[in-house]
């Protein structure tokens, strides 16, 4: 299994550019999910599914969108980038959250986008 | 508002000692309490996990203390090692699992040899 996988690694965009940030999982996972993270600021939940076709806001979804067509693939859309987009990007997975069990999330390897 | 605070931002150990990294939380509906370690340029992997019905979780030299009544709880890396150097950080969940989680600031972690 590859596990999680995020394309591209380094983005650089102008200001009120757009683009997509890939992330897909082999694992068939049920919940997929996205972060971002910061210096000094922890993970902030941006946008999460619990399936294809289901999609949530968390923490900081302003300026993001998501959509979840496979169980495979979680892309993430910045439609018009600003500064203050400039992070690190984590998406993760897990099996469905069950209070009988503890699912680990598994976390790709980020990609660290700035906008210039 | 900070749902789980995190403490301290940065921790210096010398080799063979113990590491502590400390975590608060607000919310008592949380019931999933994971550990997370990042190396640089790595997303984070999942550590160590404990739900509010136990006291302790050991893992190796990793142990979870969790302190339900004063909404606490607590990492303790015993014989920490130079390959333990990584920033590490708290969360919390209330939806069973690893949902929705809620992380903390996080702390890097320097073992001097």
């Known amino acids: 299994n590859a596990g999680v996988t995020q394309t591209p690694k380094f983005q650089v965009l102008k200001t009120g550019q757009s683009m997509t940030l890939q992330c897909a999982q082999d694992?068939?996972?049920?919940?997929m999910s996205w972060y971002r993270q910061d210096p000094g600021m922890g993970l902030r939940l941006i946008h999460y599914?619990?399936?294809?076709?289901?999609?949530d806001q968390g923490e900081v979804p302003n300026g993001y969108n998501v959509s979840r067509s496979t169980t495979e693939d979680f892309p993430l859309r910045l439609l018009s980038a600003a500064p203050s987009q400039t992070s690190v990007y984590f998406c993760?997975?897990?099996?469905?959250?069950?209070?009988?069990?503890?699912?680990?999330?598994?976390f790709g390897p980020g990609t660290r986008l700035t906008v210039t | 508002q900070q749902q789980v605070k995190q403490s301290p931002q940065s921790l210096i150990v010398q080799k063979g000692g113990i590491s502590i990294i400390n975590c608060a939380y607000e919310?008592?509906?949380?019931?999933?309490f994971p550990w997370y370690q990042q190396f640089p340029g790595k997303g984070p992997a999942l550590l160590i996990a404990?739900?509010?019905?136990?006291s302790e979780k050991k893992e190796g030299r990793f142990t979870i203390s969790f302190n339900k009544s004063a909404k606490q709880f607590s990492l303790h890396i015993m014989d920490s090692q130079p390959g333990d150097s990584a920033t590490y950080f708290c969360?919390?969940?209330?939806?069973?699992?690893?949902?929705?989680?809620?992380f903390g600031k996080g702390t890097k972690l320097t073992v001097n040899p």
């Open positions: 919310n008592t509906a949380f019931d999933y």
């Open positions: 993760a997975s897990s099996l469905y959250p069950s209070r009988d069990g503890d699912y680990e999330q598994y």
């Open positions: 599914s619990v399936g294809a076709g289901i999609t």
């Open positions: 404990i739900r509010p019905d136990v």
């Open positions: 969360a919390a969940s209330n939806q069973g699992g690893s949902e929705k989680l809620v």
């Open positions: 694992m068939n996972h049920e919940y």
